[in-house]
């Protein structure tokens, strides 16, 4: 292992494996190498709060410094639900989940694995209904570098990210080679309004 990846994986290792994107990158592991090269600054890891501030300064030997506002704040840890009666099955969750918490089918309700959830929050905003809260999580019981998190989760959220994006860039290598696998968006975009009309109809009572 270089000297660069070997730093990298000491930086990863002390991010909460959120995947939650709003240091900036689109991963924790992005995340760490863009620290390991000083491309990034250290407070950029609102999930992992004064803990990690703290760990990634020790690491880089930089001067600590207050989280960036302008990634958000440090906050307690919740996990998504699903409000099923709800849901039409649009899979727009499915496709932003980075650690492969959510299962269902194109047009079938959707679930949350509770178990695997970490409460990134990239579910919600794709929603097309609104039928996705976030509710509080208990503190695990188990040793690690933060109270929210064990290290055992962490660790499992991360083969689970490494998992996916792997899954994805062979699908899409799959994709150009033969041409896309889904509808077209246009049938999908169609899809969707239809699903969003039964729901309406669904709540104002009226027969699908």
């Not at 890891?45 to 760990?55: D, H, M, R, S």
């Not at 906050?75 to 989940?97: F, N, Q, S, Y």
């Amino acid at each position: 292992m270089s000297v660069f990846n070997d730093l990298a994986a000491q930086l990863d290792a002390r991010l909460p494996q959120t995947q939650c994107t709003r240091c900036g990158y689109p991963h924790c592991r992005a995340y760490a190498e863009a620290l390991a090269s000083g491309r990034a600054d250290i407070n950029r890891c609102p999930p992992g709060g004064e803990i990690t501030l703290q760990a990634l300064a020790e690491i880089l030997h930089r001067p600590r410094k207050p989280l960036d506002p302008g990634c958000g704040v440090h906050e307690p840890r919740t996990r998504a639900v699903i409000d099923e009666a709800h849901c039409i099955g649009c899979r727009k969750c499915l496709d932003v989940c980075p650690v492969d918490a959510i299962v269902g089918a194109r047009k079938r309700m959707h679930t949350v694995l509770i178990a695997e959830c970490n409460g990134c929050g990239l579910c919600a905003p794709p929603c097309p209904v609104d039928c996705i809260v976030f509710v509080p999580m208990a503190l695990p019981a188990g040793a690690g570098p933060w109270p929210e998190y064990t290290s055992a989760e962490t660790e499992n959220w991360r083969h689970r990210a490494e998992a996916r994006r792997t899954r994805v860039a062979r699908r899409q290598a799959l994709r150009a080679r033969r041409g896309s696998v889904f509808p077209p968006r246009d049938v999908i975009r169609t899809e969707i309004h239809a699903a969003l009309e039964r729901a309406r109809r669904k709540r104002d009572g009226r027969r699908p």
